[in-house]
Each structure stands twice: as structure tokens, then as C-alpha cells.
């Protein structure tokens, strides 16, 4: 069973940025898609940024130009850098699959709040 773990989140000014990591157990991680979704207070968890094996990226408009995913395969890892955030940013962020087929992890919290 693969487990995720989520870390880097923080409280940071509107206009602040932080880098958030997901770690996989596992092998196999260079070939999957891998997808960071947030769950803001009272709202259901959506897609954020999804990285692809060949390392495309895809954004949810919101964050397009802000936040930008990355990958360390030999590390199982990835990343999210937010730049210019914004306190309709703050939630708890997760990665998993793009379907969420993977347990989820515990998430990291982002507020963004002056």
C-alpha cells in the first residue's frame, strides 16, 4: 500500500510563497501521474496541478502563472511551488493519482492570511 506524505504548508502573508513536497512509498512512482488537490474550508477537494510521467504539467486556471509542480523521481516526490498566493489559496492541500486511487495522506495546511 502506498503511502503519501504531505508537508511544507505553513501561514504566510497574501502575496507570500511556499513550497509544498509529497513523498510516495513504492516503486513504480517515475510512471505515474501524479496530482496535487486542495480542500478549502467547507468545500469539496479539487484538482490544483497535475504532473505526467513525461513531466507535462496541467493548472487550474486559478493558479495558472502562480504555482508550478514538479517531480524528483529518484526522490518519489513532488513538489509545489506557490508564488503569489492568496487567501483564497488557504486550504489542505493533498497529493494522490489524478483519480485519488491511492489512500489519501494527512495533507498540509496552507493559510494565507495577513
Known amino acids: 500500500q502506498v503511502q503519501l506524505v504531505e508537508s511544507g504548508g505553513g501561514l504566510v502573508q497574501p502575496g507570500g510563497s511556499l513550497r509544498l513536497s509529497c513523498a510516495a512509498s513504492?516503486?513504480?512512482?517515475?510512471?505515474?501521474?501524479m496530482t496535487w488537490f486542495r480542500q478549502g474550508p467547507g468545500k469539496q477537494r479539487v484538482t490544483v496541478a497535475t504532473?505526467?510521467?513525461?513531466?507535462?504539467?496541467f493548472y487550474e486556471d486559478s493558479v495558472k502563472g502562480r504555482f508550478t509542480m514538479s517531480r524528483d523521481n529518484a526522490k518519489n516526490t513532488v513538489y509545489l511551488q506557490m508564488n503569489s498566493l492568496k487567501p483564497e489559496d488557504t486550504a489542505v492541500y493533498y497529493c494522490?493519482?489524478?483519480?485519488?486511487?491511492?489512500?489519501w495522506g494527512q495533507g498540509t495546511q496552507v493559510t494565507v492570511s495577513s
Open positions: 494522490n493519482r489524478p483519480a485519488g486511487i491511492w489512500s
Open positions: 513504492g516503486k513504480g512512482f517515475s510512471s505515474y501521474a
Open positions: 504532473i505526467y510521467s513525461d513531466e507535462t504539467t
